[in-house]
């Protein structure tokens, strides 16, 4: 039977208990309850990250997180735009729809938790909602110029 090798640096140089032990890493229980399981991430946790409503996210971790959210939006996009025929298409745009339904949950949970950081409230989150639909109204709303402009002439077609 191999002996085991005791690390040289304890992992939880830190911690009250670790200081007694011969080899820290022994504990994995008080290790995940301190948090201190290495990289490894939980599905908890993952789900909590992005669905959960309670609790403060660090911009580092709000940044990240918006950007792969960001990254998994653009590949329904991608994909519809490079969609052979109509069957295929109509198929991506509703496989984008609930992406976008999902996504726009998470990044209402993500900025709740990044507004509880520095002590807001969640429900400042809801202007992301809304300011993407001001937008929308207010581009909606004025007429286009008549005639051509600098842009091109006066179609819904490209320039």
């Known amino acids: 039977m191999a002996e085991r090798r005791t690390r040289s640096k304890p992992l ?3 911690h009250r208990q670790a200081r007694r032990r011969q080899d820290p890493g022994k504990d994995v229980h008080q ?10 991430v939980s599905l908890q946790q993952t789900l ?5 409503f309670n609790g403060r996210l660090s ?9 792969l959210l960001y990254v998994i939006r653009s590949y329904p996009i991608y994909r519809l735009y490079t969609a052979p025929d109509q069957a295929s298409m109509e198929q991506w745009a509703s496989v984008f729809l609930v992406v976008l339904g999902v996504l726009i949950l998470s990044h209402l949970a993500l900025a709740a938790k990044r507004l509880h950081d520095f002590d ?5 989150g ?7 639909i001001i937008v929308f109204i207010l581009l909606c709303l004025p007429q286009g110029t008549r005639g051509a402009n600098r842009y091109g002439r006066e179609t819904n077609a490209p320039a």
């Open 12 to 14: 939880l140089r830190r």
């Open 126 to 132: 809801l202007f992301f909602i809304i300011g993407d």
């Open 48 to 52: 909590w990250t992005f669905f959960g």
């Open 59 to 67: 911009r580092q971790a709000f940044a990240l997180a918006g950007l």
């Open 120 to 124: 807001r409230t969640g429900w400042y």
């Open 31 to 40: 290790r995940t309850v301190a948090r201190l399981n290495g990289d490894r």
